[in-house]
């Protein structure tokens, strides 16, 4: 099927000049046919609507050939650093979970620790509040000697 637009329309649809697409009509890269004075271009050809730069890219294969190649080299270093990644947080991940096991077992002495001060410290103050008592005792035994000695 062809479809047929004006030089005008076609230069309002691909933003160029006129006279370039006139250029471009001479030099037979537009396919085009003039009835009444009038230009008309041919739009079924998708090339015709491209600037012709990126028409030359599209069928030039050594620059699709390395845009591809390109392509695939910047995957596979994607593709490594993913994996580089995913090892370092891995070896994180370890070493967070060792340190995690440390401190665990430290708080656990720790806890031991402060459980036998504690204990410590309660059978000190026992002996403190019994040693209090028998000198009172003893005191109050010397006082009244006094008394009575007096």
Not at 110 to 116: G, L, M, P, S, Y
Not at 132 to 148: C, F, N, P, S, V
Request: one cysteine or more; proline letters at 2%.
């Amino acid at each position: 099927m062809q479809t047929w637009l004006s030089i005008e329309e076609f230069s309002q649809i691909t933003a160029k000049p006129i006279e370039e697409i006139k250029y471009l009509c001479k030099e037979n890269k537009l396919n085009y046919k003039e009835e009444d004075g009038e230009i008309f271009i041919e739009i079924s050809n998708n090339n015709s609507l491209m600037p012709l730069t990126q028409t030359e890219i599209i069928e030039s294969p050594e620059i699709t050939n390395k845009a591809i190649t390109t392509i695939i080299a910047l995957h596979e270093k994607v593709l490594e650093a993913k994996d580089e990644t995913i090892s370092t947080l891995k070896g994180e991940n370890d070493f967070l979970k060792s340190s995690v096991i440390s401190v665990q077992e430290i708080y656990d002495e720790d806890r031991k620790t402060i459980e036998a001060l504690q204990n410590q410290l309660k059978i000190m103050q026992e002996e403190l509040e019994f040693c209090r008592k028998k000198y009172k005792l003893m005191w109050k035994k010397a006082i009244k000697k006094d008394d009575e000695d007096e």
